[in-house]
C-alpha cells in the first residue's frame, strides 16, 4: 500500500475513532473545543472537528493533535472513574458551564486495547494510517449492511412483538431525549425506516443503553464490538428467515435471543 492509500484509510479511520469517542461521551460538537479553550491547548474549531468526523479534513495542522491529544490525557487524570469529578477538574473549566456539564455525565478518554491513553503523536498516527485505531474505536460499519442491522435491531428490541405492542416499553427504555433521534428510533422499530451506517455508530451506546435497561443485559456485559457482533449473527438469522416469536415478557424474549434460543 503506498503512502497515498496509507492517508486516504488513516482520514477515514480517524473520522470512526472521533465520531465513536462523541458517541460514546454523548457529547455534542462543542464539548472538545470548549475543552481545549479553557485548557488552553490551542483553539480546535467546531469547522474542524465537523470535517474530522466526516473523513473531509485532508491536512489538519499539528496543533490539532496536540489538543486532542492534551485533551485525552487530561480526561484521563481528572476523570479517572469515567465522568469528572467535582473536585478534581472543574476548577480548570469556570466558565464553559456546557463542558463541565458533559463531562459529568461522561468523561472517557480513547485508549488502546491495552487501555493504554493515545497521546497527540498516537493520534497522528492513525491519522495518517501508521496505526490503527484501537479495536473499540473502529467500529466502522458498513452503508451496505445498515439495512440488515436495523432490522436485526427491530427484531431483538421487539422480540418479533407488533410494534404496537411493545411501543410505549422500548421509548420508556430509550435514554436519548431529541425528538428527531426518538422519531428515527420509533420508525426503525417499526419497521418504517432504516438506520444509515454513520447512523448505527453514532446510536450503539444509546441502543446498548436501552438494552440494559429493558433488563436483557447489564450495562457493561455487552461491549460495543459484542453487541456490533450479535446484530451481524441476528442480521444473518433475519437474512436466513429465522425470526423470533413473540412472548408477554420482552426482556424475558430477549434475553432467550442473547443466548441463542
Request: aromatic share 6%.
Amino acid at each position: 500500500m503506498g503512502f497515498r492509500d496509507n492517508l486516504a484509510t488513516g482520514r477515514v479511520a480517524f473520522a470512526h475513532l472521533i465520531r465513536v469517542w462523541h458517541a460514546r461521551n454523548g457529547w455534542s460538537h462543542r464539548v472538545l473545543p470548549g475543552l481545549a479553550e479553557a485548557l488552553e491547548l490551542g483553539r480546535v474549531h467546531n469547522s474542524q472537528l465537523s470535517m474530522l468526523r466526516n473523513g473531509k479534513l485532508a491536512s489538519p495542522g499539528p496543533e490539532v493533535f496536540l489538543a486532542l491529544g492534551g485533551m485525552n490525557r487530561w480526561l484521563a487524570e481528572q476523570a479517572p472513574a469515567g465522568a469528572l469529578d467535582l473536585q478534581r477538574g472543574e476548577a480548570l473549566l469556570a466558565g464553559h458551564q456546557e463542558v463541565i456539564e458533559a463531562l459529568r455525565v461522561s468523561a472517557l478518554p480513547v485508549t488502546d486495547d491495552g487501555q493504554r491513553v493515545l497521546g497527540p503523536g498516537d493520534l497522528l498516527e492513525v491519522f495518517v494510517g501508521l496505526r490503527l485505531p484501537p479495536t473499540a474505536f473502529d467500529l466502522r460499519i458498513n452503508e451496505a449492511e445498515a439495512p440488515a442491522l436495523s432490522a436485526a435491531l427491530a427484531l431483538l428490541f421487539t422480540a418479533g412483538r407488533p410494534w404496537r405492542q411493545c411501543r410505549d416499553q422500548l421509548l420508556a427504555a430509550y435514554p436519548a431525549t431529541k425528538p428527531q433521534r426518538r422519531e428515527l428510533f420509533a420508525a426503525v422499530m417499526a419497521g418504517q425506516r432504516d438506520y444509515t451506517a454513520a447512523d448505527l455508530e453514532t446510536e450503539l451506546p444509546d441502543l446498548r443503553r436501552t438494552l440494559a435497561v429493558l433488563g436483557a443485559a447489564g450495562d457493561d456485559d455487552l461491549g460495543p464490538e459484542a453487541f456490533l457482533e450479535l446484530l451481524r449473527l441476528k442480521a444473518g438469522q433475519v437474512n436466513a428467515g429465522n425470526g423470533a416469536g413473540g412472548s408477554a415478557d420482552l426482556g424475558a424474549a430477549i434475553r432467550r435471543q442473547l443466548a441463542g434460543g
